[in-house]
């Protein structure tokens, strides 16, 4: 079985996957994904406990056999919570191989092999029947396919599969149902990691200000959630504009569709301002009376504060409007969530749409390439003022009048900074066709098309011809996180490529 996994390209820092053959460890990828943390939830572990053994219980009263569907089961806690329940068989579905096989280990040591059925296929693959993977449909479904957004895994076809061909209908669902919430906000701070920001920059010919091109003001952005931890995040660092918003629910014992789908809602601002991102979180209910809950709220909208758990499998969602709208306290408004099978993006309006009126369910697309190419904290850093004013600090430092410069990045601002500051010349590296083409239009915003060399290829393949014939002055090399004297290389002007790094600075 092969798979992809992620790896840090350490010439540009950019996040790559690579297809990884049998022989790979699979165990360090466990060891270094939320598996531990998700498995030491004690909240979340209760919960699911106690939600499963309510189910058991419905069913076993009905005068029926506790058939459990498990499916991601992992390492089959959820199965052996459920066999420890009263449950007369589980269904454990797990698709990735080394996890099934541990599962079946671990449920074999705790002495569960004879009421455990471990099935190494994706739940969409499973069949039922006298010759199938399970002889009959299950009465109760268990899962765990949720993420910070609660629908990213494929949570919806999952369900909705399930329902169709693995359950009865009107099956024990645990958990019953979850409901997902929305707070409008205005933030300068969380609108800085959605768009680029002027750029100011003290010269000796006074102040320089690098602007954004009029598409990147313009783009609504990438749908992609940005998953932090609220809890972290000061409440200065926003103003609140709307109450917390019940946005919709779904009943997992029921037949689930996955198909888009938009739900609105009504509010009135509690403050004038500008509404530049919707937080958002959800609960899931264990039971049908909503008795068992598990939420994720952040801690000004948890109703016990003080027994908040920690959680980095499960955190809260930013989302960011495709522009920012003015909003007046007490002035009615509607605030749109939208879903496909995976994505959940949100969207204002100043009247809500009929029940019966069509709205449009297309996702945003970046078509200023800059959301393709900076993640959510590469806008915060290129928005940081403080930031840029250590780089042109320690810039000031290692230029001189006549510095030749070369900046390795990919979508790196620095370049542009390093010319304000004086250098004679300055080449920029892009290794990418969208990296090449965000920097064009930035460098026309800003009148530097003609100051600043672009050279589009990989670091490692870089020629004398390529800075024409220009030697780079070697003194010392930025690295992401400050100034570092060289060590390797002669402070006098050398030849820019025998220096073993290659470079004056990398990405600011």
């Known amino acids: ?68 569907l498990d499916i991601g089961t992992g390492t089959g806690l959820l199965s052996m919570m459920a066999v420890t329940a009263g449950a007369d068989f589980c269904y454990a579905i797990e698709v990735f191989k080394p996890m099934a096989d541990a599962a079946v280990k671990i449920v074999e040591e705790n002495g569960f092999s004879d009421k455990i059925k ?41 369900y909705e599969h399930a329902h169709r061909h693995l359950v009865q209908e009107n099956c024990e669902a645990v958990p019953h149902r979850a ?64 109450d917390v918003l019940p946005m919709f629910s779904v009943d997992f014992s029921k037949q689930v569709s996955s198909s888009a789908a938009c739900h609105s809602r009504q509010f009135e601002p509690l403050a004038s301002g500008r509404a530049q991102v919707v937080l958002s979180w959800w609960d899931i209910e264990m039971d049908p009376e909503g008795k068992i809950k598990c939420t994720m709220a952040p801690f000004w909208a948890h109703s016990d504060p003080e027994g908040l758990q920690w959680r980095d499998h499960w955190m809260q969602c930013v989302y960011f409007l495709p522009q920012e709208e003015p909003v007046v306290q007490g002035a009615a408004l509607c605030l749109l969530a939208h879903h496909d099978d995976y994505c959940v993006w949100f969207s204002l309006q100043r009247t809500c749409p009929e029940e019966s009126g069509r709205v449009q369910h297309m996702r945003p697309v970046c078509d200023c390439q800059a959301h393709l190419l900076w993640n959510r904290p590469r806008f915060g850093e290129i928005n940081d003022q403080g930031r840029t004013d250590q780089y042109a600090q320690a810039l000031r430092t ?54 600043i060399n672009i050279i589009e290829k990989r670091p490692e393949f870089l020629t004398s011809a390529d800075l024409e014939g220009k030697k780079v002055r070697i003194r010392s090399f930025l690295v992401r996180l400050g100034l570092y004297e060289c ?22």
């Open 398 to 451: 290692v230029l001189m009048p006549d510095s030749v410069c070369l900046c390795v990045s990919d979508g790196s601002l620095l370049s542009m900074l390093v010319h304000h500051l004086g250098a004679e010349q300055v080449f920029t590296v892009e290794s990418s066709a969208v990296s090449h083409n965000l920097m064009k239009k930035i460098f026309k915003a800003n009148h530097l098309e003609d100051k």
């Open 179 to 242: 409901t997902v919430y929305a707070q409008l906000v205005e933030s300068r701070r969380m609108w800085s990691w959605n768009k680029l920001f002027p750029v100011r920059v003290q010269t000796s010919l006074g102040e320089q200000v690098i602007i954004p091109p009029s598409d990147l003001e313009r783009c609504p952005g990438a749908p992609s959630v940005y998953d932090i931890q609220l809890n972290q995040v000061s409440p200065a660092d926003f103003t609140v504009l709307s």
């Open 1 to 68: 079985m092969k798979v992809f996994c992620g790896r840090a390209n350490p010439t540009t820092g950019a996040m790559e996957w690579l297809e990884e053959d049998e022989h790979y460890d699979y165990h360090q990828e466990i060891a270094r994904s939320s598996y531990a943390d998700m498995l030491h939830d004690k909240d979340r572990n209760i919960k699911y406990y106690g939600g499963i053994r309510a189910a058991v219980s419905r069913v076993k009263d009905r005068g029926q056999k506790a058939l459990i």
């Open 118 to 158: 471990v099935i190494n296929k994706h739940s969409t693959e499973v069949t039922v029947g006298p010759d199938g993977d399970m002889p009959c449909r299950a009465n109760i479904l268990v899962t765990e396919l949720f993420d910070t957004e609660l629908i990213g895994e494929g949570a919806l076809p999952s």
């Open 487 to 508: 060590g390797q290389c002669s402070p006098e002007v050398v030849p820019a490529l025998p220096c073993p790094l290659g470079l004056l600075v990398s990405p600011m």
